[in-house]
Each structure stands twice: as C-alpha cells, then as structure tokens.
C-alpha cells in the first residue's frame, strides 16, 4: 500500500496542500509549530478514521474555514491499481468518510484497510501513562488484521459503560438490579475471554520481533522484555464479578475484567520507568513501534492481504544518540519496511538517511503551513 498523492484543504493549519509522494521515503523539513506533524496527521486519519492528536473532529478544521477535506490516492497492487479515501469535516455535521466515492456506514468498517504505525513523542504515554495507554496499544494493533477483535472489544466496551452506568446510578441505593447486572455479566464475559486469549496470543508473538529490533538499535548491550498482565490469568472472571458486586456498587464502577489488563516493561531485568533514561524509554518504545510494523508484516500478513505498513515518524530523533540514530536509520531501510514519512528540524539527520535513498525519495519544507 503506497501514498501516492496527498489533498489537504482547511486542516489545522494547512489551507491548502497538493503533495505527491516517493514510493519509499518522504522527508518534512521544518522548525517547530510549523505544520509538519499536521501533515502526518492528515495520513493517520485516512487510516484511521479520526486524528491521532485530537478526537474533537471540529477542533481539526482550521480557524478560518468552517469545513476541511483531506484525500489520498493510494496505489494497492504491483499492476498500479488506485483507490481513494477520502474524509469530510464540516462544523456541526456528521464527518464523512468515503472510499472511491462510497460512502461506509460504519467507519469502523475502514481500519485496516490501510495499515499504518505512527511514532511520535505523544506515543511516549505508552511508558510513563496508565495502564489504558498500554491497553490502546494492543486494541490498535490486533484491529488492524481482525474484525472480529475489534467488534469484540466494541461490544465489551459497550456493555462494560452499561454495567458502570448502573453501579453509579444504584450505589446509594438499596433494591440494585443485580438479575439485570447478572445479564450483562453473561455477555460480557465470553467476550473477555475472546479478548484476552487474542491479546495473550499476540504478545507472545510480538516479543521476539520487538526484542530483535531493541537489540539492534542499542549495539546489543541492553536486555529488555514485556509481559501480559491480566486478571484472567489466575481467576474466572465470572466468579469474580459475583463476588466483587458489593465493592464494584461502592467504587461506582467495574473492578474485573480485560479493561484492566496492562503491559509490565522491563530492562535489565528492572522496572523500564524506574531504571530507563530518557535516550533508553525513547529506544523502547521506538522498538516497540517499529516492531509493530514488521509484525503485521512477517505474522499477518495474509489478514493484511499482504499490505505493508504506512510508517508515520515525527520527531524521532530527538534524545538519542549518534550511534542509536545511525541504527534506526539503516533499519528502515530495509525492504520489509514500506512507504515511510518522516518528520525533524534538523536536516542532517535526513541528509543521511537520504544519502542511500536519492532515487526513491522526497524532501519538503514546511513553514506555517505552506508546504514546498
């Protein structure tokens, strides 16, 4: 799956943008605050639906125009075959989201279509956030290549709002609706194990592929590992919801369950947020991302028909040193890696990542706004 060409009108703070792209890297130039992670942004919503930054779709029009539109024409086969996405906002309406002129009913129905992975410093809330940043992750990544993942982990979401919903409206209460609580209970408990069997199964394949890429960008001298944390591990989850009614009805909300689950990191042997400098989180996490990347790749990409992840990088280089950057730029590189777009303020990191990549990439300069 290959960007080819890139439409923006009215996003954030790009009036108007028509960009054609390099099958393989693409650079953006530029000091700060000046539209160059817009840009990216404007990728991840053809992928996902909604903007990795800000979920209030309004607040992504630009402050001068009361609509905005972004467009991708994207080449899916070695033949040249093409298809467009394109993605509608206009201040107090629906948002609209097209494929070849055909519009989905459900945006859902779009994630996957186009893989993507995005790096950038907000992704750094993965390490030092809570556990629902580590949780997204997972969710993000499985959805990718499973439908059935995704409608699963909607519809527990779903029920899960339910179950609260009734805790806090009942908790000063005496008669609470425990046979209908007892209901939700029974929906919501194959679903958790559905859930929490595909999580632990794609955990289990994602380790060896992210400690590769960790051990590559550190020269080899650091160990690191992650691990699945899960209530599910070691109790049935309905006893547990039977059990736990009474201080589920004081907390107002749902004590048990995959909405829990976490992700434990380590280096050393050691807890990565206590022991890890700034250069070492940035390196996990970087792993972590690109690891991600080449799963879909190696593990699924017969769900993924054999699409190459979009690879979105903003600011990647910063905290690192020398050595570390020189790694992951001779890392993307390689073949399994697809159309990648890059972000930073300082040229000579993507001078010499371009030195090996003339023929098959592109530089642009950013400055409020204007893209040349």
């Not at 199964?201 to 992650?226: K, M």
């Not at 017969?302 to 992840?309: C, F, V």
Request: hydrophobic share 35%; proline share 2%.
């Amino acid at each position: 799956m290959v960007l080819r060409e890139l439409t923006i009108l009215n996003y954030k703070n790009i009036q108007e943008a028509h960009l054609l792209f390099s099958h393989k890297l693409n650079c953006f130039v530029g000091l700060n605050g000046q539209g160059k992670t817009n840009i990216l942004d404007a990728i991840y919503m053809l992928s996902f639906t909604k903007s990795a930054f800000n979920t209030i779709d309004s607040q992504n029009i630009n402050h001068h125009s009361d609509m905005a539109m972004i467009q991708g024409e994207y080449i899916t086969s070695s033949l040249g075959e093409t298809t467009r996405v394109t993605c509608g906002l206009k201040r107090g309406q629906k948002k609209q989201f097209r494929l070849d002129n055909k519009d989905y009913k459900r945006m859902v129905d779009h994630i996957g279509y186009i893989p993507l992975v995005l790096i950038s410093p907000e992704e750094l809330k993965f390490i030092d956030g809570g556990s629902d940043e580590r949780r997204r992750f997972i969710d993000g990544v499985i959805s990718q290549y499973s439908k059935k993942y995704l409608e699963d982990i909607t519809q527990y979401n779903a029920l899960l709002k339910q179950r609260n919903a009734l805790l806090k409206q009942y908790e000063e209460q005496v008669d609470v609706p425990w046979d209908f609580i007892d209901i939700l209970d029974e929906q919501l408990v194959p679903l958790a194990y559905a859930i929490y069997l595909e999580r632990s199964a794609f955990i289990e394949r994602f380790i060896p592929i992210f400690q590769s890429i960790y051990t590559h960008i550190s020269g080899g001298n650091e160990s690191v590992n992650l691990s699945y944390v899960s209530q599910l591990h070691e109790r049935d989850l309905k006893e547990s919801l039977q059990r736990t009614h009474q201080r589920d009805l004081i907390l107002g909300w749902t004590s048990q369950g995959i909405h829990k689950d976490d992700i434990d990191m380590s280096l050393e042997g050691y807890p990565l947020k206590r022991v890890g400098s700034q250069g070492q989180q940035k390196t996990y996490l970087l792993s972590l991302k690109l690891a991600q990347a080449l799963y879909l790749v190696r593990v699924e990409k017969n769900a993924l028909s054999n699409k190459r992840p979009i690879l979105l990088l903003d600011d990647i280089f910063d905290k690192l040193d020398s050595e570390r950057v020189e790694r992951i730029i001779q890392l993307v590189q390689q073949d399994e890696f697809g159309q990648i777009f890059i972000t930073d303020t300082d040229r000579q990191h993507l001078t010499t990542l371009l030195q090996n990549m003339e023929d098959t990439s592109s530089i642009f300069h950013v400055s409020n706004g204007v893209i040349s």
